[in-house]
């Protein structure tokens, strides 16, 4: 089993360079501990939550300890370039030190766009990739802690921010190696309670962002040794805080698998299923997490049975039967074990397929067309053609 975890993806050197938040403080109820932190890096803090305001109450009890200013912000939904550049404003306004994040991956992007923008007022399309110049940031960032309350995307170890720009239909990322957080809090017992529903999608996306990395053409030996760790952590546990979502053991498996996903994607990209899921978010109004859950049977399918047909990349195929593994908890196990632990999963927990958010296949051409020049396409394994994309959109509408 070791020589074929072990075995090189195409185009491998063995060279890598890894960037991490400064801090990374993990564990059940090292929320108590973000006012000490926070307190290490300024006095007056803008803190940016979701929808629910009170998932943050552990982290404000821990700022009022630490005798902390703040004014809040809340973000709802994916945040847009016009949401980032208000908070942006705000931050400005209040003359805030610092900003801080406690929400699901949405929430996290926003502070961590809104921390780089408050540092550059100004028209933010100077530094957004594809609909924008995509200059280089001129200035460090305000220092931003991330506190994740879901275990999903990873944000709190990334260098990007996701943002929607209604105008353009499109969601593009502002990137910078000076984003990485300064100190990413990951608390499991901050995603007690998470409905079960969202536990399911936000988990499968974790895991999609640790089986795209390990099987990707980008793959290192860093990003190998995070999702070595993190996929058997998520397999074993996503079923079980998906039944009960008191069950710590399971949330801290799942936190420190979406923690190390975000470590993995940040530096060997994804996927086709991220290729897809970017321009789906862009044009319907569907969460990243369900739709990513959706494809990802379809794309596992679509990218076996090509590596099938090719010869050029046996290696990727040893690395889905690793992850089949993984999945299933079983050493024999076959690549189609794998994909059938993903479709019984994501039948099992109601996964709405993509129908759902209004797709239809007069769709596919526009979608096809952006997700084959994303740059998550280029880590895909293999080059998909269209009418395989097609297939697989198909299979998950
Ligand atoms: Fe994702």
Redesign the pocket.
């Known amino acids: 089993m070791g020589s074929v975890a072990n075995a090189p993806v195409a185009g491998s050197s063995g060279a890598f360079e890894f960037a991490t938040p400064e801090r990374l403080v993990f564990g059940p109820g090292v929320v108590a501990r973000a006012g000490e932190l926070a307190r290490s890096l300024g006095q007056r803090w803008l803190l940016v939550t979701g929808r629910d305001v009170r998932r943050a109450e552990p982290l404000r009890e821990s700022f009022r300890n630490a005798g902390l200013d703040w004014v809040e912000c809340t973000v709802t939904g994916e945040p847009t370039v016009a949401d980032a550049s208000a908070g942006a404003d705000r931050a400005i306004a209040t003359r805030a030190d610092g900003v801080v994040a406690c929400g699901g ?1 949405a929430v996290i992007d926003a502070g961590k766009a809104i921390a780089a923008l408050a540092t550059h007022p100004g028209n933010p399309f100077r530094f957004l990739e594809i609909i924008g110049q995509g200059r280089p940031l001129e200035n460090a960032p305000l220092p931003f802690m991330a506190v994740p309350t879901t275990a ?3 944000a709190e170890a990334t260098r990007n921010a996701v943002l929607r720009s209604p105008e353009h239909a499109l969601k593009v990322s502002l990137r910078s190696p000076r984003m990485v957080p300064k100190v990413a809090l990951v608390d499991p017992e901050l995603a007690v309670g998470l409905p079960s529903a969202l536990t399911a999608c936000t988990g499968l ?2 895991l ?2 640790l089986l795209e990395p390990w099987v990707g053409s980008k793959a290192n030996g860093m990003t190998d040794a995070c999702c070595r760790e993190g996929l058997p952590r998520m397999a074993r546990s996503l079923a079980r805080a998906v039944d009960d979502g008191r069950n710590l053991a399971a949330r801290t498996d799942l936190g420190f698998g979406a923690l190390l996903s975000g470590l993995a ?1 940040a530096h060997s990209g ?1 996927g086709a299923v ?1 290729g897809l ?1 970017g321009p789906i978010g862009g044009r319907f109004p569907a969460p ?2 369900a739709v ?1 859950a959706a494809l990802l049977g379809p794309v596992w399918r679509a990218n076996v049975e090509t590596l099938r047909r090719s010869d050029a990349h046996p290696a990727a195929l040893d690395r889905y039967r690793q992850a089949a593994r993984w999945l299933t908890g079983h050493p024999g196990a076959a690549i189609d074990d794998g994909l059938r632990w993903i479709t019984e999963s994501v039948a099992g927990w109601k996964i709405p397929r993509l129908a759902r958010y209004g797709l239809t296949p007069s769709d596919f051409p526009a979608l096809i067309e952006a997700a084959q020049a994303s740059s998550s396409m280029k880590g895909n394994p293999i080059r998909l053609p269209d009418r395989v994309l097609e297939q697989a959109l198909a299979e998950a509408l």
Do not use: K, V
Request: charged share 5%.
């Open positions: 991956g999903g995307t990873g996306d974790a999609t962002q994607l994804l991220h899921a990243h997490g990513c």
